[in-house]
C-alpha cells in the first residue's frame, strides 16, 4: 500500500482558514464592513390592465407627456394573467430637465 503524503496547503487557503478560527473564537474581531446600497425613488402604481397592449399603451401616453418618468410593465393577479404599469422619477431625466 501507498504511503499518503499530504501536500502543503495554498497562502489562500491559509488566509481563509485563518480568518475563519480568528472570527469564531475572537468575537472582537469584525468583518469589513458592507457597502449599504442606497434605494431608488418608489414606484408608482399607475393602472392595472387585462392585455398587454392597453399596458403598453398607458406606458407610451406617460412617456410622451413627461419625459423624466422611469416606466416599466409587470405581471401581476392571479396566474400572472394581469400587466400593471409602474413609473417614478427619474434621478438622471430630472436633472437634465432642471438644466435645460
Do not use: N
Not at 68 to 97: M, W, Y
Amino acid at each position: 500500500m501507498a504511503k499518503f503524503t499530504p501536500k502543503e496547503p495554498s497562502e489562500k487557503l491559509k488566509k481563509v482558514l485563518k480568518k475563519r478560527y480568528d472570527t469564531i473564537h475572537d468575537p472582537v474581531i469584525e468583518e469589513e464592513p458592507k457597502e449599504k446600497v442606497k434605494q431608488g425613488k418608489p414606484w408608482t402604481k399607475v393602472g392595472t390592465y387585462s392585455s398587454y397592449e392597453a399596458a403598453s399603451k398607458s406606458r407610451d401616453s406617460i412617456i410622451k407627456k413627461s419625459s423624466e418618468f422611469d416606466t416599466k410593465i409587470k405581471r401581476c393577479g392571479p396566474k400572472q394573467t394581469k400587466f400593471k404599469v409602474l413609473k417614478r422619477k427619474s434621478k438622471e431625466l430630472a436633472k437634465k430637465a432642471k438644466e435645460q
